[in-house]
């Protein structure tokens, strides 16, 4: 599959998986208002795992419609995927210790669910840099893009799944 096919491919998934949220938010009992906040949070990484592909899906096909090398296409992209990474896994970061533990197990949210899929964004993150350097290839900005897609299907999933009882 060529890079562009695959960004392509990613985008339209993007715009689906935000797509989703809006049927988490039509079809739920209560109104986004009077969620938990855990469930706020979720759907916030929800969109923001939608968003994110398809702002560097749409990124990466203007730097390939250049006349631009492809190492250097796959460098700037890798680049800016590592900025945004590091900025939103900060925001993340930030928004989940406001979380008491008590709030965080009441809501159902699993640790392990939590940790694994930091690990993976490290692990990710990392891999930009490393493809700026040294790589210069496609498949590790592919890879930031379909592990947030990957990740917000999973929120996704918890969304639909959330307990009701929950209160915040």
């Avoid at 906040?37 to 979720?42: M, Y």
Wanted: net charge positive.
């Amino acid at each position: 599959m060529q890079p562009s096919e695959a960004l392509s491919a990613s985008a339209q998934v993007a715009v689906t998986l935000a797509g989703f949220a809006g049927v988490v938010v039509a079809f739920r009992n209560r109104s986004v208002h009077e969620w938990s906040k855990i469930d706020k949070f979720r759907l916030q990484i929800l969109l923001t795992n939608s968003a994110a592909p398809f702002g560097l899906s749409i990124f990466a096909m203007v730097l390939l419609s250049t006349s631009l090398g492809a190492p250097t296409i796959w460098r700037l992209c890798s680049l800016f995927t590592f900025i945004m990474l590091v900025a939103t896994g900060s925001s993340y970061g930030t928004a989940l210790r406001r979380f008491s533990p008590k709030e965080f197990k009441a809501s159902g949210a699993r640790r392990a669910i939590l940790y694994t899929g930091s690990v993976v964004a490290i692990g990710v993150t990392l891999l930009q840099l490393y493809n700026v350097i040294r790589l210069q290839t496609f498949w590790p900005f592919f890879a930031a893009i379909g592990t947030p897609l990957v990740l917000g299907m999973l929120q996704f999933i918890l969304l639909v799944s959330a307990h009701e009882d929950a209160k915040s």
